[in-house]
């Protein structure tokens, strides 16, 4: 049986389109460093490094030979280290790499971070123009804008979904972001506003898409023996787990409805004991890189029924004063780190349950759901954190 395993320190930076005050090394350690305040532990209390980067995004290769001189500058030295990239589950990833390494008994104290600074290259949507498979399907020019843009289209089509609806994700989480000191794009959005936003790819307007970002995140993951000794409101890891697509995007069922997100979901829900996530999760950090893909989250997370997710949206019911707050961060529409994205959704999740997110924080968390996607949407992970002991 897997060891019980807590989130123990959350460490988060300051994000923005080009973090020129710093250098790459400099960023990272700000997290690792703000992860180590959070807990009061000494460099040497950590066994092992999980180091999450999106190479392509930062502009060069393996960024971690660079990088682990902020874990160095930090105590962080000499300690086995992973390195992790999926695309833009990296986060996600990173998340789960850290806590298998303590729930499988190899180490009891496990530093997971991750990284972007995408500021450093030429355009990240070069980068993702490059992901798809080569000979058939990149001619095409498929980017992760145009693929999010099929999914509106398609949902549009069999739901009746509207460019409304889409703005309507957009308003919320700039709303939410406004409460949080670390998130990159900070400013009040009407529905109005947003659908005079600039077409990028039908139906998608400037409003609806993510932004390119500098930042990093740094978690701690503790076994349960030390995580009580360490603090006296852990986060614990109640179900996690990842699944991967087809290959091919048209061998793939991700255009109105999100089945692989839908079926991983189930299987968490599961391991969790979760019966009615609506009713029994109290807040969810989802990956919302593009307005779409939230509605499209709410019906495979079975909040609501297909077809269903602008509505749930539209009644209120997934904003800060809701039922089920989604995105008290501002999610990945208002910051985007690509490498670092998933791990601040589970860094977000655990500061709700420890009641430590602040001007964000929702009343009485014990349930907490956190969620990433990536590799042109062939990757999902989840993760759920409790302010019980599973």
């Not at 048209?250 to 968490?268: F, Q």
């Amino acid at each position: 049986m897997p060891r019980r395993v807590a989130l123990v320190g959350v460490g988060l930076t300051k994000t923005a389109n080009r973090r020129k005050d710093i250098t790459y090394p400099e960023l990272t350690f700000e997290a690792v460093n703000n992860a180590l305040s959070f807990t009061h532990l000494k460099p040497e209390d950590i066994d092992a490094v999980v180091y999450g980067s999106m190479d392509p995004f930062d502009g060069l290769s393996c960024p971690e030979k660079w990088n682990v001189d902020s874990c160095a500058s930090a105590g962080v030295l000499n300690k086995p280290l992973m390195k992790i990239s999926t695309g833009g589950t990296t986060g996600g990833s990173t998340a789960l790499a850290g806590y298998y390494n303590v729930a499988s008994g190899l180490f009891d104290v496990v530093l997971a971070v991750a990284s972007q600074r995408v500021g450093e290259t030429i355009d990240a949507q070069q980068v993702l123009n490059t992901c798809l498979e080569p000979c058939y399907e990149r001619p095409f020019g498929f980017g992760a804008i145009m693929i999010a843009a099929m999914q509106a289209t398609s949902h549009m089509h069999y739901y009746g979904t509207t460019e409304e609806d889409l703005a309507r994700v957009a308003v919320q989480n700039h709303e939410h972001a406004l409460n949080n000191p670390h998130a990159h794009l900070r400013f009040k959005l009407t529905i109005e506003e947003a659908l005079k936003t600039r077409m990028i790819s039908w139906p998608l307007k400037l409003a609806d898409c993510c932004p390119s970002s500098d930042g990093a995140c740094a978690l701690i993951f503790a076994s349960e023996e030390k995580a009580e000794k360490i603090t006296s409101t852990p986060a614990w890891i109640k179900g996690a787990g990842q699944i991967t697509d087809g290959y091919y995007l048209g061998d793939r069922t991700w255009y109105h409805e999100w089945d692989t997100l839908a079926t991983l979901a189930r299987r968490v829900y599961k391991s969790a004991k979760i019966y009615n996530p609506f009713k029994e999760i109290d807040v969810a950090e989802v990956y919302t890189a593009f307005s779409i893909q939230q509605i499209l989250e709410y019906e495979a997370l079975g909040f609501c029924e297909k077809g269903e997710g602008g509505k749930l949206l539209a009644s209120g019911a997934t904003s800060m004063n809701g039922s089920l707050p989604v995105c008290p961060s501002g999610s990945v529409i208002c910051t985007n780190p690509i490498g670092a994205s998933g791990l601040i959704r589970v860094g977000e999740a655990a500061l709700q349950v420890m009641g430590k997110a602040e001007g964000r924080q929702v009343p009485n968390v014990k349930l907490a759901l956190a969620h990433a996607w990536g590799a042109t949407i062939g990757f999902h992970t989840l993760m759920i954190l409790s302010k019980e002991k599973p």
